[in-house]
């Protein structure tokens, strides 16, 4: 059985041509959509995955992350009943600290730093008169040091030397160290000096300094595990105390391991990771690798040489990882929105030209041009057009961005290529199809109905697909998917459906509107409300002009919400970090001159609130017979409340009022529900009864910490637990000014840097410039959008305009009319579409995560840009304005008796 030859479509290209050049203008007009939109849509992808590994290397750098790893030392016990000094235990701590490293396999290995091995002393006392100054011996090492130069003295020797054995519960073992410059001279020593120590059971510890040193390269990662090694560190042991170390060197570790208990000891090794070297790739094997190292990880409370990891770098990971998925789904959003404006525009540009080509293609089709040769003429014009177009665009993109992905181009693509050849040939079937209009009346409402049936099948199928995405956003959230590669499609197309639904219910109820006005106009007497109010309710049918212009202003003000709901957000987030315009957190030295310090801000130019308070991160407190960890507040509450209810957006402080029985009223507040109002709390006291608490409230966000407990500085002062001050909240314009020109020492919080910081973030700064470029892209569509639709509508419009200029209607009459047609469906667009944006925002904000990269344990409060708003509807109802004339100027040449004789204007 022969199969019957297939036939291709013959294409006269002279024809495709001579359209090509005829209708240059719609045609470049679309490929200019195009190749705006494929680079928005190219290169977005790319940006986002590059802005993936700067948010990896920015949080890793912000939270840090050090990979610890510790075990016990090998016993050393000696053969007799005694212990054995061990001098090479320094190269064991060097076996130690390469065992670990090939622990971490090459990938992880790859992101580090070179590691630092140490072994740190238990802190003891110096007990020369101060219970305040604290010791430890510490010994570092890493592959190229830490190098010092000694200035006195020389480095620690060895006590003995060999395998000596120590009796059990002999004398101390007299150990050697070296001290830095400042250490020495805040202690008052020189070399061959003894440091009076003893730990917490009051074993005397004999140490000797053998030497001063200056360190070669303070910036050397060593010295960041024991900075107390540098200089003495205050507060480091508690409110008044200072904390001091000695270096022990190779030769001196094994005396040190003498000189404390068997499991006093243990080897140390810290790994930093390195933020330049990790991707968003390798962040995801490194932290698969850093979990799997946890889980392997030996007990705690092992006394044995198995390694035990801890670290934070999971989390980290892990907290980044949801930062890019958020922002990568808060990407999609906007994008989706963009394609759905594109393609409507590209509809439009499609319907212009195929209103051009009607005659054209009704004589090619007279002439007995068949439609499936005449379908294939117009695709192989729309794919031309349309893919030189997306290459233009996906160049531009490759040349702005690390790339160009081509996923989010296809549906423009498709629409550019695929609408025009659509409208067109069903243009040309519909010129010369032979089905009359019946002559019955039921059968010409049989077939209105079907018609209007069909639209209605349409827009209940987008309705229901827009209840469908909001349902999937609502419930599962826009968070689905892991990674630059966003989420689920229905969740992120939720925006764009809504709008769609909105712009459809719009269009239906503007024929009624344009109805009503003309019923209204008739009853007038000017003849322009008439006319122009005829003209708007004859094209106020068209479904896609309006629905084109609706969507893209409604996506436009979507985007500006996003927009400033983002920003105000990340202000938030940083007023409530630092809780005023300026912190300053007084250092330990300080503290007894708070009280003084914070008069001294008040009294300064600009100040307006000063509030000085008692803030323990991690205070002992037992709620319900269970230990918990939360921030401490001890505040004098009337001024912490005018401070917040005056001069910051954080809630109002809530009224802390007597609760009877002696309780000490509390506000409290928690990240895992753990506190709540109600409950009973104490603060333990050393040698006296814990203070009891009651929880009378929800207590205000007090930086960036999850448990809260805030406390009336003098309710708690008359219960017997009097307040030190170490923190410095200011507000007003010279709070800044005042708090970083103080000469306290301490740590410095500006308002302004923390929110600078913030803005600048990679992820929050690639989703606000998103989202002024969707917006502006969409405001330019819709402009674009309003100039197609009023192109489409201009033949017939000043056809009719000039005929009724041969009845006394003037130049600038007809302008006016021709505006009144114009300006119902731009109405409906600029009032209607920035109400629907708005009305969506509202619902669909709170699902789209944006508190993850806010900062804010919830999503940020909606805010609405009234300003970005109204310019959308100027820009739109201005746009008007333009073409009216434009379009007067182009067909003013036209002769009243040409148009009348050919009835074409």
Excluded at 87 to 107: C, H, K, N, Q, S
Excluded at 658 to 671: C, E, H, I, K, Q
Excluded at 700 to 719: F, S
Excluded at 746 to 754: F, I, K, M, Q, S
């Amino acid at each position: 059985m022969r199969w019957p030859a297939v036939r291709l479509p013959m294409v006269h290209w002279p024809s495709v041509r001579g359209r090509a050049r005829a209708d240059a203008g719609p045609l470049l007009l679309a490929a200019a959509v195009v190749a705006v939109v494929t680079l928005l849509a190219g290169a977005v992808p790319p940006l986002l995955y590059a802005t993936a590994d700067d948010a990896v290397q920015d949080g890793v750098r912000r939270a840090g992350g050090d990979l610890l790893v510790h075990a016990g030392l090998e016993r050393d016990d000696g053969l007799t009943s005694g212990r054995v000094r061990a001098p090479r235990l320094a190269e064991d701590v060097d076996d130690f600290r390469d065992r670990a490293t090939d622990e971490l396999g090459p990938g992880l290995r790859a992101a580090l730093r070179p590691p630092v091995a140490a072994v740190i002393s238990p802190t003891l006392k110096i007990t020369d008169g101060s219970v305040l100054r604290t010791f430890q011996l510490a010994y570092l090492a890493h592959a190229a040091g830490p190098e010092v130069t000694w200035i006195a003295g020389g480095p620690p020797g060895p006590s003995a030397d060999g395998h000596a054995e120590v009796a059990y519960g002999g004398p101390p073992w007299p150990v050697r160290v070296g001290l830095s410059e400042a250490d020495a001279a805040a202690l008052n020593v020189r070399p061959g000096a003894r440091i009076p120590l003893a730990d917490g059971q009051g074993n005397v510890k004999k140490v000797q300094v053998s030497g001063i040193f200056r360190v070669a390269d303070s910036a050397d990662p060593a010295w960041r595990f024991v900075p107390s090694l540098l200089r003495p560190v205050p507060g480091a042991d508690g409110v008044g105390t200072t904390r001091f170390a000695g270096l022990l060197s190779r030769d001196s570790l094994p005396d040190a391991r003498l000189a404390f208990d068997q499991d006093e000891l243990e080897r140390t090794v810290w790994f930093t990771p390195e933020p330049s070297r990790l991707t968003w790739d390798s962040a995801q094997a490194v932290a698969a690798k850093v979990v799997a190292l946890k889980a392997a990880s030996g007990s705690s409370g092992a006394r044995d040489g198995s390694l035990k990891w801890e670290t934070r770098l999971d989390g980290v990971l892990r907290d980044v990882r949801s930062q890019v998925a958020a922002a990568s789904a808060q990407a999609s959003v906007l994008l989706t929105g963009v394609l759905t404006a594109a393609v409507l525009v590209l509809l439009l540009a499609a319907d212009l030209l195929v209103r051009r080509r009607a005659p054209a293609l009704a004589a090619a089709r007279q002439r007995g041009m068949s439609l499936p040769g005449l379908g294939s003429e117009l695709l192989i014009e729309s794919a031309v057009v349309a893919l030189s177009a997306a290459a233009a665009g996906l160049a531009l993109a490759h040349a702005v961005a690390p790339g160009a992905s081509w996923g989010w181009v296809i549906p423009v693509v498709l629409a550019a290529v695929v609408a025009g050849p659509a409208f067109g040939t069903l243009a040309a079937a519909r010129s010369t199809r032979d089905r009359r209009v019946p002559a019955n009346r039921s059968a010409r409402r049989w077939a209105r109905h079907t018609v209007e049936l069909r639209r209605a099948a349409l827009e209940v199928a987008v309705l229901i697909a827009a209840v469908v995405a909001f349902v999937a956003l609502y419930q599962r959230g826009i968070l689905p998917g892991d990674g630059p590669d966003g989420g689920g499609v229905l969740p992120a197309s939720a925006p764009a459906l809504g709008v769609l639904a909105g712009a459809l219910l719009l269009v239906r109820l503007l024929p009624v509107g344009t109805g009503l006005v003309l019923r209204q106009a008739l009853r007038s007497r000017r003849p322009l409300a008439v006319f122009g109010g005829a003209r708007a309710a004859a094209t106020s049918a068209r479904v896609l002009p309006v629905l084109a212009l609706v969507t893209c202003a409604a996506l436009a003000s979507f985007a500006f919400t996003l927009d400033a709901t983002v920003d105000q957000g990340v202000e938030e987030s940083a007023w409530r970090t630092v809780g005023a315009d300026a912190r300053l957190d007084v250092g330990p030295a300080s503290v007894p001159a708070t009280a003084a310090l914070a008069r001294r801000v008040a009294a300064a130019p600009g100040v307006r609130q000063v509030v000085a308070a008692q803030v323990t991160d991690r205070a002992r407190v037992v709620a319900d017979s269970r230990a918990v960890a939360p921030r401490l507040v001890i505040v004098d509450a009337s001024a912490f409340r005018r401070l917040q209810t005056a001069s910051t957006p954080m809630p109002e402080l809530a009224r802390l009022g007597a609760t009877g029985g002696g309780d000490v009223p509390a506000l409290v507040r928690s990240s895992d529900g753990g506190l709540r109002p109600g409950m009973r709390l104490e603060l333990p006291r050393d040698g006296a009864p814990a203070v009891r608490l009651t929880a009378v409230g929800t207590a205000p966000a007090v930086g960036d910490a999850g448990d809260v407990v805030l406390v009336d500085a003098g309710a708690l002062a008359a219960a017997g637990m009097p307040s030190v001050p170490n923190t410095v909240w200011a507000t007003g314009p010279g709070a800044a000014r005042a708090v970083a020109g103080s000469s306290a020492a301490g740590n410095t919080v500006l308002r302004e840097d923390v929110l600078r910081e913030r803005r600048a973030a990679p992820l929050t700064s690639g989703l606000l410039r998103l989202a002024w470029a969707s917006a502006a892209t969409l405001l330019a569509l819709g402009l674009l959008g309003l100039a197609l639709g009023a192109a489409a509508g201009a033949p017939e419009r000043w056809q009719t305009l000039t005929r009724l200029r041969t009845l006394g209607l003037r130049p600038r009459e007809a302008r006016w009319v021709a505006a009144g047609e114009l300006l119902p469906p731009v109405l409906v667009a600029a009032v209607g579409g920035p109400l629907l944006g708005v009305l969506l925002a509202r619902p669909m904000l709170d699902s789209l995560a944006l508190g993850l990269l806010t900062g804010q344990a919830a999503g940020p409060a909606l805010v609405l840009p009234w300003w970005r708003l109204g310019l959308v509807a100027v820009a739109l109802s201005a746009a008007v304005a333009v073409v009216v004339p434009i379009e007067s100027a182009l067909r003013r040449r036209r002769r009243l008796s040409e148009v009348l004789r050919a009835g074409d204007g």
